[in-house]
């Protein structure tokens, strides 16, 4: 049996049909493009309410990987517009992003691991032939260890990866961002563990961090 495809819900937070019409149409376009992204499967996404001041027009995701109940990883993604463009971005649109996941502690040993976790975004968006420039970000860990009536927790390492890219602009003045949004849900697959999708990854130096346990994990 196929696996089943990743969902997307957009609700309550998505744009209403009052606030599509008021906004340019590249911008419309790059939402429905959002919006008909196929997903991975195990990927469940959300539109969320977009952050404000950022730019003129802006929409936003979040997302989780889940196997069984158990949540992997999440983040939230944020496509962001301005038709006057953006000295900082070198185009019109902006995506940003925020992605996290816990690890074993002894993963976070890897003084590699943050050059490896940022690989993962640009290689995502290379293997899919897309356009980008002006990439940037930090990649981030941090250790908590339990005392007292907590001792009985294992330590944990959270890894946060911060990121932002111009997308390449194409007919219509309008990036791909069903395939931004596939590359960045592998990105996100990615710092959860899981395996990279497509048929074969040997010889291409992908790495792949073995740990199962959730972001928010106790």
């Not at 990927?43 to 979040?62: C, F, G, N, S």
């Not at 889940?66 to 944020?78: N, S």
């Not at 003045?173 to 074969?200: F, K, N, Y």
Request: hydrophobic content about 40%.
């Amino acid at each position: 049996m196929a696996a089943a495809q990743g969902r997307f819900s957009d609700g309550a937070d998505g744009m209403d049909s009052a606030e599509e019409s008021s906004v340019p149409l590249p911008f419309r376009r790059a939402v429905d493009g959002l919006r008909k992204a196929r997903l991975r499967p195990g990927i469940e996404v959300d539109a969320t309410k977009p952050p404000q001041r950022l730019a003129p027009h802006a929409y936003a995701l979040e997302a989780t990987v889940v196997d069984g109940e158990e949540d992997l990883a999440d983040g939230r993604l944020i496509l962001l517009h301005n038709p006057a463009g953006h000295d900082a971005w070198h185009g019109t649109f902006r995506l940003v992003t925020l992605v996290r996941a816990e690890l074993e502690p002894e993963m976070a040993a890897d003084p590699l691991l943050p050059e490896v976790c940022w690989s993962w975004l640009t290689g995502a968006l290379d293997a899919r032939g897309l356009g980008y420039g002006e990439p940037s970000g930090t990649v981030t860990m941090a250790s908590s260890h339990y005392f007292g009536g907590l001792a009985e927790r294992r330590p944990a390492t959270q890894i946060e990866i911060r990121a932002s890219w111009t997308p390449r602009e194409g007919a219509g003045g309008v990036p791909d961002t069903s395939a931004h949004l596939s590359a960045w849900c592998e990105l996100l697959c990615q710092i959860a563990g899981l395996p990279p999708a497509g048929p074969t990854d040997a010889g291409t130096g992908v790495v792949t961090l073995p740990q199962r346990r959730g972001p928010h994990h106790p």
